[in-house]
């Protein structure tokens, strides 16, 4: 974790300039949400961008997260390096008294990155199968609740067992639906059943809107579009649920 705090002294005189500049739009983003009352998310990108938006995001954190959480990093647990990291990222957190954000993802960019270290000849950072990749975001899920008053979380997932397993480890543990440290999140357009009954049963929900220019969004929506085709067991039911409550509208 020292690395990240000390990630500057490793750069160029210019890089620390455009790192300085970097540092303070986010300064001036964080302080209008601090102010403003809403949360700032960062996205968790390729691995090898992420280490400054994690040492950026762990720095914001240290400033702004003292008495509640404004900003939260993403931590994708496909990459098998990252329970230890929120592990890591917790015992920071500890020490220098800060509420740590977390937005827990699987992961976006799984072929890019396996095809990348193949090229490179480096070894893939990506879990070897899906299990392992869910066994450590609900491994994530666990830790984070187990210290849900030190770690704010966002189950961002469309998985409907991770789902049910962070609502049910929330009822074994008596913590109350409204905690202001847990709270869901779907993608718009995406697993709307799931974002629905959390919040019919008092969980903070939200959907995570994509907007910006098109060379940014289209290929997001792209990457959207494979997941969908790939996770083909979750949408047809969610297909089937779509189409049977068009039906009961339309009687
Ligand atoms: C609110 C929200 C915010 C998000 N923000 C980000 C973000 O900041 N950065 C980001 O990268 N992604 C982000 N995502 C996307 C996310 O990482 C997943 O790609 C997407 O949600 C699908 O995973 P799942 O848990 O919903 O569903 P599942 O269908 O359970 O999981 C699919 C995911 O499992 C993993 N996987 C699939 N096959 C394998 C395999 N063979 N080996 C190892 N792992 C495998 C991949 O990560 C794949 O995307 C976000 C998603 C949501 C809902």
């Known amino acids: 974790m020292k690395r990240y705090y000390n990630a500057i002294e490793i750069l160029s005189p210019d890089e620390k300039e455009e790192w300085h500049a970097a540092v303070k739009r986010m300064l001036k983003i964080c302080e209008d949400a601090n102010n403003k009352e809403i949360g700032v998310l960062i996205d968790a990108e390729e691995s090898w ?49 800060f509420i740590l954000g977390v937005k827990l993802v699987r992961g976006a960019y799984m072929e890019k990155e396996r095809k990348r270290a193949i090229a490179l000849g480096y070894p893939s950072p990506i879990q070897p199968d899906k299990e392992s990749t869910d066994r450590d975001y609900d491994a994530a899920i666990s830790f984070a609740i187990e210290h849900i008053h030190n770690i704010a979380i966002i189950v961002a997932t469309h998985n409907e067992k991770s789902n049910i397993y962070a609502t049910q480890l929330l009822v074994e543990k008596k913590i109350r639906q409204d905690h202001k440290h847990i709270h869901f999140s779907q993608l718009y357009g995406m697993s709307d059943n799931i974002t629905f009954n959390l919040a019919k049963e008092g969980f903070s929900v939200s959907k995570y809107l994509p907007f910006g220019p098109i060379k940014d969004v289209i290929p997001y929506l792209m990457r959207r579009a494979q997941e969908n085709s790939s996770v083909s067991g979750q949408t047809g039911r969610e297909l089937t649920l779509i189409k049977r409550e068009l039906k009961r509208r339309s009687k």
Not at 62 to 89: E, G, M, P
């Open 49 to 97: 961008i992420q280490e400054p938006v994690d040492a950026l995001t762990i720095l914001m954190m240290d400033t702004f997260n003292k008495d509640k959480a404004v900003v939260y990093n993403t931590i994708q647990l496909y990459r098998h390096d990252r329970l230890a990291f929120l592990k890591d990222s917790y015992e920071a957190s500890s020490k220098r008294q």
